[in-house]
């Protein structure tokens, strides 16, 4: 029995950097904070889908709203500080 893979590059070029680079690495570790404050937002909004949300559940919401909003904002800030010390324009 023969595999069904294509091996043609113009189909599925296969390339030995299939790992992130450290660059990309970098940038998830960057955008990590804000990652895991949207996960913590969306486990709030999960808990409640099912049911009324208690007065701590909508504590729990507002507070992992305010962490997102923080986190982006950081992300931001540090994006057009980064851009303004290159010369880039936004």
């Not at 992992?64 to 500080?81: C, E, G, P, Q």
Request: net charge negative; aromatic share 4%.
């Amino acid at each position: 029995m023969e595999p069904i893979v294509a091996l043609q590059s113009v189909v599925t070029p296969w390339s030995d950097g299939l790992e992130p680079s450290d660059a990309e690495l970098d940038a998830i570790e960057f955008e990590m904070p804000l990652i895991l404050a949207e996960v913590d937002l969306l486990d709030a909004e999960i808990a409640v889908l099912d049911r009324k949300a208690s007065e701590l559940d909508e504590q729990r919401i507002r507070r992992a709203r305010r962490l997102v909003l923080a986190a982006r904002r950081y992300l931001i800030n540090h994006a057009i500080a980064a851009a303004s010390v290159t010369g880039c324009a936004a």
